[in-house]
Nanobody, 134 residues
Framework: QVQLVESGGGSVQAGGSLRLSCTASGYVHNSNCMGWFREAPGKEREAVAGIYTGGGITYYADSVKGRFTISQDNTFKNSVRVYLQMNSLKPEDTAMYYC????????????????????????WGQGTQVNVSS
């Protein structure tokens, strides 16, 4: 089992920045593909950014490329932490952000999973709200 705990959401004005973090604990060997989905009211859940922790390969939705950066920190004992640095935030970034993870047999399958709506991911955090005002 893997437990995911998120933090870092909040409210900012357009153009501002926030950093989300997600800590995976438990059997983290089952969690080599991690990242973020978001869900806004009335909209379908969408992938935002992901990382294949086995090699640090990253994936981004077109809507956030150049503004968001995902990174990992493996220095913690028995856990893995992933960060999502969000810059130049826009009102359309307002959503509940969910950390998700699973095990995949390589970066290609991890990358494919980030093109979907999350059905391929077994582990989920509780979500953290991001609000961006204009």
């Amino acid at each position: 089992q893997v437990q995911l705990v998120e933090s870092g959401g909040g409210s900012v004005q357009a153009g501002g920045s926030l950093r989300l973090s997600c800590t995976a604990s438990g059997y983290v060997h089952n969690s080599n593909c991690m990242g973020w989905f978001r869900e806004a009211p009335g909209k379908e859940r969408e992938a935002v950014a992901g990382i294949y922790t086995g090699g640090g390969i990253t994936y981004y939705a077109d809507s956030v490329k150049g503004r968001f950066t995902i990174s990992q920190d493996n220095t913690f004992k028995n856990s893995v932490r992933v960060y999502l640095q969000m810059n130049s935030l826009k009102p359309e970034d307002t959503a509940m952000y969910y950390c998700a993870s699973n095990f995949f047999h390589g970066p290609r399958t991890c990358g494919t999973a980030w093109t979907g709506t999350g059905a391929d991911f077994e582990y989920w955090g509780q979500g953290t709200q991001v609000n961006v005002s204009s």
